[in-house]
């Protein structure tokens, strides 16, 4: 009797089991052909997708041999949602240039959406996206209108930043916070005016709220919140924690915003990016459905925060330890600075067209490292023809901006750390179109303009100053940026500033 109830049992759930696997398959092929002619690629699994075939620690080099197995373009599923991979310089130029409008969409991470409840630049599409987009970069590009350029702000912090370095007296340091600081004062200089002291409350609290967002994001449980926000939420933990402080920044934010509101009208000058906003919504109190409103305001700003710091003060991270692990570059770099700065100034952008070696080293510093191999996820907005595929409205679409970076087509050295990529036979900078560490087309990077001058200005004046050198011979340093949900980052390092005179 036992032994059939046992038997009975085995086999029901065998069959409940076939069955559930039988109605996935049937609901992933129906998706599939409801999806008509989607790109090609790995068979997906019920409920995982291609999960399995996936490197999750290096996912972008499967998508590339993906790409290689089925094409430039090819889908993969992610559990059960469609990513279209898009490779190769001339695909990402058909589809976020030529195709640019439909390829504008910005998918959707839940964690990046709860972070601003859905407003501002980065996480919008359509026409939220639009009109904040082309408000912050007049605005950025404007700044300087009333009092100082953007640049004087960068040479400012600069300047702060040698003086930090150089209080070390020569000691030991990883140089991770005092740069994390100087690019987040940078972007507190373009929001609000003005830089702060590193250890002042007001800067400590919009620096924690970034760092800690970035933590948490990277964190598993940041994983975990992108796949399941509505159970995370319910739960303590890193992210409500983070959340909280996030809210609190935002509320600091705001309070800046009233304060200004008060004494601005419509026809004021801007002095900082939060003033151009508010008179921008004075502008616009009775437009209808104006996007410009506190939410957007707080969006915004925490999105020049959050796409900002990490990425430029990592490059510069990376830039010091290929200095470090090349002696000899970093001699002919300060060479070129002595040659065209001298000791007396400080470095500006006029000088960089007769640096060519130096743009050239920056160039190469961001192309080897590859910060973004996958930029940030877009998406279609509406159904579109590539190709001869069919990509229904809305499906993620990641631009593979590695695969062009290290294209051996388009690179003189592909695989190596070499300035040579971006300098012609006489010794002189060499565009090249293929560099898209910013991406490309519509949703190409909007900071690119200021994160070029910082990246510049920060370089120089640290090595007009300072020789960097590291605690192994360069033969045993590894440069190897280590991969993130986000991006690639640089490995944690120590280090020697050495006062060059
Ligand atoms: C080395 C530094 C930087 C790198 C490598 C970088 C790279 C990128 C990349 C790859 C994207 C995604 C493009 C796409 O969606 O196709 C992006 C977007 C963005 N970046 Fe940067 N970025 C840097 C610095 C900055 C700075 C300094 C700011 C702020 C002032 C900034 C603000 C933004 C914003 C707001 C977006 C979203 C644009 C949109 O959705 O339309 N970035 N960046």
Redesign the pocket.
């Given at each position: 009797m036992m032994e059939t109830l046992v038997f009975l049992q085995t086999n029901l759930l065998s069959i409940v089991l076939g069955l559930v696997t039988c109605i996935l398959v049937w609901m992933i092929r129906g998706k599939q052909k409801s999806f008509g002619r989607f790109p090609p690629g790995p068979r997906p699994v019920p409920l995982i997708g291609n999960l399995l075939q996936i490197d999750l620690k290096e996912p972008y080099k499967s998508y590339e041999e993906f790409c290689k197995k089925y094409g430039s373009v090819c889908t993969i599923w992610l559990a059960n949602k469609p990513v279209v991979i898009l490779s190769g310089y001339q695909t990402l130029k058909d589809a976020?240039v030529t195709q640019g409008e439909e390829f504008s969409g910005?998918a959707q991470y839940p964690f990046l959406m709860k972070a601003t409840n859905g407003y501002g630049?980065?996480v919008s599409s359509g026409h939220r996206?639009r009109e904040l987009?082309r408000f912050?970069i007049t605005t950025?590009k404007n700044f300087g209108m009333g009092r100082r350029s953007v640049e004087e702000r960068v040479q400012e912090e600069a300047r702060s930043l040698v003086k930090a370095f150089d209080e070390l007296n020569g000691g030991l340091f990883d140089p991770r916070e005092l740069l994390c600081n100087a690019v987040s004062n940078v972007?507190c200089s373009t929001v609000f005016g003005h830089r702060f002291e590193y250890k002042d409350p007001e800067f400590l609290l919009l620096y924690n709220a970034v760092t800690d967002a970035f933590i948490v994001l990277n964190s598993r449980i940041g994983q975990l919140y992108n796949m399941f926000p509505g159970i995370l939420d319910r739960f303590p933990g890193k992210h409500r924690d983070m959340f909280a402080l996030l809210q609190e920044a935002q509320a600091y934010v705001k309070k800046e915003a009233d304060i200004r509101l008060k004494h601005l009208d419509a026809n004021s000058i801007p002095q900082d990016f939060i003033e151009a906003f508010v008179i921008k919504m004075i502008q616009e109190k009775d437009v209808p459905n104006s996007e410009f409103h506190y939410g957007n305001l707080l969006g915004s700003v925490w999105?020049?925060f959050s796409?900002?710091t990490e990425?430029?003060s990592s490059?510069l991270r990376q830039m010091l330890l290929m200095m470090i692990k090349h002696p000899q570059i970093q001699a002919r770099v300060q060479k070129e600075i002595d040659e065209v700065v001298g000791q007396d100034r400080s470095p500006s952008m006029e000088d960089r067209s007769k640096m060519p070696y130096t743009d050239a080293v920056i160039h190469e510093v961001?192309r080897h490292m590859d910060?973004?191999p996958t930029?940030?996820p877009?998406k279609v907005t509406a159904d579109t023809e590539f190709k001869s595929y069919h990509i229904p409205k809305d499906t993620m679409v990641l631009?593979l901006?590695s695969s062009v970076l290290f294209d051996p087509k388009l690179w003189k050295n592909p695989n190596n750390f070499d300035p040579e990529n971006f300098l012609d036979e006489e010794g002189r900078f060499k565009k090249n179109d293929a560099f898209l560490?910013?991406?490309?087309?519509k949703?190409?990077?909007?900071?690119?303009g200021?994160?070029r001058m910082?990246?510049f200005l920060f370089t120089c004046s640290l090595l007009q100053r300072f020789t960097f050198v590291g605690t192994k011979p360069p033969e045993e340093i590894v440069t190897n940026p280590k991969n993130c949900s986000f991006g690639r980052l640089p490995c944690v390092y120590d280090c020697y500033a050495k006062l060059r005179v």
């Open positions: 976020l910005r630049v980065l996206w987009r912050s950025l972007i999105n020049l796409a900002g990425t430029t490059t961001q910060l973004a930029s940030l877009h631009p901006l560490a910013f991406g490309l087309g949703r190409i990077c909007l900071g690119e200021l994160a910082e990246l």
